[in-house]
């Protein structure tokens, strides 16, 4: 059961990661047919400063995600010894390096992790997940930690985070096309019954218009699964269902936080900000808690 939902969670996330990528060059080719009258231009424009942005948030992803969420990185285990040697030994469970270790100082219970990949990830625990949680249950919160380190989740949330940019970078260019000009060749070619130019350009436009919606989707989704798909991995790594069942409990019952950037919600292994859930769960960044539950009790 526990290895076929990894196998089913992963196959998912491809899916989802295809359609955010395709989304991007839809988004592009729609700019570049209303501003520069050719997809091809548009879809170029989207690879190229998709490309520029990922370089640039995988380079610095660490630093800045920890400076928006106010984490103190402790440098040895003397600062905070339990913390320091479940990561360890977790780390050394999943055989990825040692990461680097945060506190962040806020009474609510929340760890999350990030980094480019394993060699340079990075392990943020509050303060209040180390006062209300024992043993066993810290050590399924950090196993689910490195299972996102140890499956890349690190650097797939830093590409899905740098795609979204790139979506609003190309909305707002697209947005701003018809105050610089673009489209009014294309409007003027389409007198005399161009029907079909007028469909595309709507099309287009419709496209730029939603863009940002589905790609919030999209990256909500992204989260979801591979939420599931590190509980999975803390209950391979730990061999203990029940000390994360009971870890998302606490988690679940706790006060929002203070210190975390809503703009890195989805990292966390519970939502930070405890926003209110929506009917269809489609801009969700966690899946309910009680749904992770009833898959840890299958397990």
């Given at each position: 059961m526990?290895?076929?939902?990894?196998?089913?969670?992963?196959?998912?996330?491809?899916?989802?990661?295809?359609g955010?990528?395709?989304?991007?060059?839809?988004?592009?080719?729609?700019?570049?047919?209303i501003?520069?009258?050719?997809?091809?231009?548009?879809?170029?424009?989207?690879?190229?400063?998709?490309?520029?942005?990922?370089?640039?948030?995988?380079?610095?992803?660490?630093?800045?995600?920890?400076?928006?969420?106010?984490?103190?990185?402790?440098?040895?285990?003397?600062?905070?010894?339990?913390?320091?040697?479940?990561?360890e030994?977790?780390?050394?469970?999943?055989?990825?390096?040692?990461?680097?270790?945060?506190?962040?100082?806020?009474?609510s219970?929340?760890?999350?992790?990030?980094?480019?990949?394993?060699?340079h990830?990075?392990?943020?625990?509050?303060?209040?997940?180390?006062?209300?949680?024992?043993?066993?249950?810290?050590?399924?919160?950090?196993?689910?930690?490195?299972?996102?380190?140890?499956?890349?989740?690190?650097?797939?949330?830093?590409?899905?985070?740098?795609?979204?940019?790139?979506?609003?970078?190309?909305?707002?260019?697209?947005m701003?096309?018809?105050?610089?000009?673009g489209?009014?060749?294309?409007?003027?070619?389409?007198?005399?019954?161009?029907?079909?130019?007028?469909?595309?350009?709507?099309?287009?436009?419709?496209?730029?218009?939603?863009?940002?919606?589905?790609?919030?989707?999209?990256?909500?989704?992204?989260?979801?699964?591979?939420?599931?798909?590190?509980?999975?991995?803390?209950?391979?790594?730990?061999?203990?269902?029940?000390?994360?069942?009971?870890?998302?409990?606490?988690?679940?019952?706790?006060?929002?936080?203070?210190?975390?950037?809503?703009?890195?919600?989805?990292?966390?292994?519970?939502?930070?900000?405890?926003?209110?859930?929506?009917?269809?769960?489609?801009?969700?960044?966690?899946?309910?808690?009680?749904?992770?539950?009833?898959?840890?009790?299958?397990?």
């Open positions: 526990l290895y076929q939902q990894i196998a089913q969670n992963k196959r998912r996330t491809v899916y989802v990661m295809i955010f990528l395709l989304l991007v060059l839809a988004i592009g080719a729609a700019v570049g047919y501003f520069f009258d050719s997809y091809v231009a548009g879809v170029v424009m989207a690879l190229v400063i998709g490309v520029i942005y990922m370089v640039m948030m995988i380079a610095q992803s660490t630093s800045v995600i920890m400076n928006m969420n106010h984490g103190r990185e402790i440098k040895n285990e003397n600062e905070a010894p339990e913390l320091w040697h479940v990561v030994d977790m780390a050394m469970v999943a055989q990825v390096p040692m990461p680097r270790v945060f506190i962040i100082d806020d009474p219970p929340n760890a999350f992790a990030t980094g480019n990949n394993p060699e990830a990075a392990v943020a625990a509050t303060s209040g997940i180390m006062a209300q949680l024992n043993r066993e249950e810290l050590e399924a919160v950090i196993g689910h930690e490195m299972s996102h380190v140890r499956n890349y989740d690190i650097r797939l949330s830093t590409i899905a985070l740098a795609l979204s940019a790139v979506i609003a970078m190309l909305v707002n260019i697209g701003h096309s018809f105050w610089w000009g489209g009014r060749r294309r409007s003027n070619d389409s007198e005399g019954g161009g029907y079909l130019q007028i469909i595309l350009m709507i099309f287009s436009i419709l496209i730029v218009i939603l863009g940002p919606l589905a790609a919030s989707i999209a990256q909500m989704a992204l989260s979801r699964n591979r939420e599931y798909l590190a509980d999975a991995g803390s209950v391979e790594l730990t061999r203990n269902p029940q000390g994360l069942i009971t870890a998302l409990q606490k988690i679940s019952n706790a006060k929002p936080m203070k210190q975390a950037d809503p703009s890195s919600s989805a990292l966390y292994i519970s939502d930070p900000m405890k926003k209110k859930r929506s009917v269809t769960h489609l801009f969700d960044t966690h899946p309910p808690i009680e749904e992770r539950i009833a898959r840890l009790e299958k397990m």
